[in-house]
């Protein structure tokens, strides 16, 4: 079945892309959630209009995602947190304390953005920023004790 985005999904498409799905995914999860519409006549009309006037706006997100990159791609943010005599964390490193991190620094970053390797250890790790659809940054995380 042939459907339209309404919103970004992970593993699927961005807004506005026309993808192919089972009809029981469709059906039983986009189309109740809101996700996605029929891939009609019309509504494909009207999503290429839609993408004709936000082709501005779309440009502007991205060149204001190349610019915050430029400053984070030599970024190292130190991270400190709990941890045991063996150098083992309480817990994990997760995207949110990332997020946090960034926003102390003066990055406002939505946590869903960040990508981070499961961090159990203390030591330097990477994480990466999607800026944008075509835009992501490695910043580098420096986990110490508390």
Same mark, same amino acid.
């Given at each position: ?72 791609? +030599?970024? @190292? /943010?130190?991270? =400190?947190?709990? #941890?045991?005599? %063996?150098?083992?964390?309480?817990? *994990? ?24 390797? +499961?961090? @159990? /250890?203390?030591? =330097?790790?990477? #994480?990466?920023? %999607?800026?944008?659809?075509?835009? *992501? ?10």
């Amino acid at each position: 079945m042939k459907i339209i985005l309404k919103e970004n999904l992970k593993n699927l498409g961005t807004q506005g892309d026309i993808v192919t799905v089972k009809d029981g995914y469709a059906n039983n999860y986009l189309f109740p959630r809101g996700l996605a519409m029929m891939a009609t006549a019309s509504n494909i009309k009207m999503v290429e209009e839609n993408n004709r006037q936000g082709a501005l706006k779309r440009e502007k997100l991205k060149t204001d995602a190349l610019s915050i990159s430029e400053k984070l791609k +030599d970024l @190292k /943010l130190t991270i =400190s947190t709990k #941890a045991g005599s %063996n150098n083992k964390i309480f817990g *994990s490193i997760t995207p949110l304390q990332v997020s946090q991190a960034l926003k102390n620094i003066g990055f406002e970053v939505d946590r869903r953005k960040i990508e981070v390797d +499961d961090i @159990k /250890l203390l030591g =330097s790790y990477d #994480a990466i920023i %999607n800026l944008h659809r075509e835009v *992501s940054v490695k910043v580098g995380l420096e986990v110490v004790a508390e």
